[in-house]
């Protein structure tokens, strides 16, 4: 059964940096892309990142490139998700996700997580 916990979020100023992280368990497929989505108040759900797990290659979407940085932790079967120069349009519910396969997708993820809260003060 596979798991996926966020953690991490919480309350930062404008222009501030966070780090969310999610742990999965469960992943025994053979290839996967692990991604990062967000949705705001009002808001459709909204692609953020994507890391392939089994070389590290990412894909981000265009309001986050140049200051989220995704990576991955083999040995800790983590994926985070770093955050720097914060806007208050980067506040939302993070939802970390499994996709199976090895396409690097923003779409047709599988497994989801609960969420976690990001709000960002002007």
């Known amino acids: 059964q596979v798991q996926l916990v966020e953690s991490g979020g919480g309350l930062v100023q404008a222009g501030g940096s966070l780090r969310l992280s999610c742990a999965a368990s469960?992943?025994?497929?053979?290839?996967?892309?692990m991604g990062w989505f967000r949705q705001g108040p009002g808001k459709e759900r909204e692609f953020v990142a994507a890391?392939?797990?089994?070389?590290?290659?990412?894909d981000y979407g265009d309001s986050v490139k140049g200051r989220f940085i995704i990576s991955r932790d083999n040995a800790k079967n983590t994926v985070s998700l770093q955050m720097n120069s914060l806007k208050p349009e980067d506040m939302a519910v993070y939802y970390c996700?499994?996709?199976?396969?090895?396409?690097?997708?923003?779409?047709?993820?599988?497994?989801w997580g609960q969420g976690t809260q990001v709000t960002v003060s002007s």
């Open positions: 890391i392939r797990w089994s070389d590290g290659v990412t």
């Open positions: 996700a499994v996709r199976r396969g090895p396409t690097v997708s923003r779409r047709g993820y599988d497994y």
């Open positions: 469960g992943l025994t497929f053979r290839s996967y892309t």
